[in-house]
């Protein structure tokens, strides 16, 4: 059976699966797209429209339209009612799972069931599960996440084979999101050396700034007029600007004329005032570059050797020239829109070969027509990504005056087990913390992540992911020992385990990453299989 990668966008999404030569190929939609945008148009009840359509209907029914689902996945905070019917993220990304699975199963002829989708590498574990149960609602088997840039990078390596070590850079700019995450490669060994990110710098903020500078240039030429309340303009000069900021990637300059009330405004734009207007926005993907390049530093990588575009942002060109111009990157593009999922569909192989029974290198070799050896080579890549953010427990800190005389107020904070950027699969040993006070009946061990960003020990910067409780014998005095280990697999599944020495019992914390229990993901696959979605 196929297995597929899926790149499931915050603006558009790509399916693709390796083909009987061997070679990673996307499938097209039905309307012979090779990205479908990932916008789901709830029409009426029982039936979606994904894609192209679905975000054209955003203007006529603009409650009914979701969008950039994305940036909201793993909140739990969030579900969005459409004919009075309540939508978790995962439920909506589901819908444009399904569509990217009909369209390629309708292209190759067989059922879509395994797959491989991927995340921004800074996702982090809520995030990721979130990803996973899109993918099962979506009546998906999901083989692993994986992250983009390993992606990117693995596509990349297949075109371009090279012997020895290599460091490789790729820099995402998305419609939505932004990262950049420094590679090893060597021979069938991939490894990501450190990332970096911004989950809310992307394309639709450059559209922000050119719905600015369009709307006051209405206002100059029709003063008097005031059309920010009407929706349809709005939504048009929205449209618009996207269209303006992408023809800028090739013209010099661009004109639309803007209707409203009666009267027209010519509006022209050139590419040097999109550059001056958005520099800041692009100086922000470049100082996390810059961060990402001297992290890499530290962790010895001397040079980088290439530097991978990917996302569709990647297209103007003031970002190849300002990498050089600034951080000395000599860049290329490398399919910025269909790289992730190419790779993705090659790590589904290799998942496939080493989970399935007789999914080994040798059907594999059969069923795409190729030599045994080249089918070895192709399954005996080795990923290795990393903790993408720091992982620990809160604790009570003994310097704090209150922790002798009142330690349920003294001030807390976070000891990260697992820092950022420890390659996976990581394992923290066991590490030794105290008990506060003497006959503690328990230990609340409380599992934080690190928030986006730079690493903090401060409780705000980080969130709690999961909690259990750790029995304590009786009569144990303050400040006795408890040791709690963390470990990563390297699919990013967090194991805890804590335990009291003297007593030896011990808490392994069954990781609640939230979100919904499986009866609710079982209930959500059934009530999205009922639904008829189209293009
Ligand atoms: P992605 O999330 O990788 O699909 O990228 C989508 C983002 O890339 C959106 O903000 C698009 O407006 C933007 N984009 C696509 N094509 C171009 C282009 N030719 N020039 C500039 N931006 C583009």
């Not at 229990?517 to 696959?525: G, N, T, Y």
Request: glycine share 8%; aromatic share 4%.
């Amino acid at each position: 059976m196929t297995a597929f990668g899926i790149d499931l966008g915050s603006t558009n999404s790509c399916i693709a699966y390796v083909d009987d030569t061997g070679h990673p190929v996307v499938a097209r939609n039905a309307i012979g797209r090779e990205t479908t945008p990932s916008v789901v148009y709830f029409e009426k009840p029982g039936s979606v429209v994904v894609g192209g359509a679905a975000r054209n209907s955003a203007l006529l029914a603009p409650h009914l339209v979701a969008e950039r689902i994305k940036r909201e996945m793993g909140r739990e905070d969030v579900a969005f009612t459409y004919h009075g019917e309540a939508r978790t993220p995962e439920t909506i990304s589901a819908f444009i799972l399904r569509e990217l699975a009909q369209s390629a199963g309708r292209q190759t002829g067989e059922p879509v069931r395994d797959v491989v989708i991927t995340v921004p590498a800074y996702f982090g574990v809520r995030e990721r599960e979130a990803t996973r149960k899109a993918g099962r609602i979506a009546g998906l088997n999901v083989l692993d996440v994986l992250d983009e840039p390993i992606a990117a990078a693995l596509s990349y390596q297949s075109r371009r084979p090279s012997g020895g070590v290599r460091h490789v850079l790729v820099y995402d700019l998305g419609g939505g999101t932004f990262d950049t995450t420094v590679i090893r490669l060597e021979g069938d060994d991939i490894r990501a050396v450190c990332t970096g990110g911004d989950l809310r710098l992307g394309g639709a903020d450059w559209d922000e700034r050119v719905v600015r500078y369009m709307l006051e240039a209405f206002t100059r030429q029709c003063p008097g007029l005031d059309p920010t309340a009407d929706e349809q303009f709005m939504h048009d000069l929205a449209i618009g600007a996207e269209v303006v900021k992408m023809e800028l990637s090739s013209a010099l300059a661009w004109t639309r004329h803007l209707r409203f009330g009666g009267a027209t405004a010519e509006v022209e734009m050139t590419r040097a005032t999109l550059e001056e207007l958005t520099a800041d926005l692009l100086e922000r993907t470049l100082d996390i570059t810059e961060k990402t390049v001297g992290e890499a530093r530290r962790r010895k990588v001397e040079t980088i050797d290439e530097v991978i575009l990917v996302g569709g942002m990647t297209k103007m060109p003031v970002v190849r020239e300002r990498l050089r111009e600034r951080l000395g990157l000599e860049a290329r593009r490398h399919e910025p829109e269909l790289a992730v999922a190419k790779g993705a569909a090659l790590f589904a192989l290799v998942r496939q070969a080493s989970r399935e029974p007789g999914g080994g290198p040798e059907e594999i070799a059969d069923r795409l027509g190729i030599s045994a050896s080249e089918a070895a080579v192709m399954t005996r890549r080795s990923v290795t990504t990393v903790v993408p953010r720091g992982f620990g427990v809160r604790v009570a800190d003994q310097n704090d005056p209150l922790f002798a005389t009142d330690p349920g107020r003294a001030r807390t904070y976070v000891i990260h087990l697992l820092p950022a950027n420890t390659p996976l699969p990581a394992d923290s040993g066991a590490v030794s913390f105290a008990t506060s006070i003497d006959n503690q009946p328990m230990a609340e061990v409380e599992v934080w992540e690190q928030k986006e960003g730079t690493s903090s020990d401060e409780v705000s910067d980080n969130a709690c992911v999961a909690r259990g409780r750790l029995r304590l014998p009786p009569r144990l005095p303050a400040l006795s020992r408890l040791d709690v280990s963390f470990a990563v697999d390297e699919t990013g599944r967090l194991t805890v385990h804590a335990e009291e020495p003297m007593s030896g019992n011990e808490l392994d914390l069954e990781l609640q990453i939230g979100g919904m229990d499986e009866a609710a993901v079982s209930a959500a696959r059934t009530a999205v299989a009922r639904h008829d979605v189209s293009s």
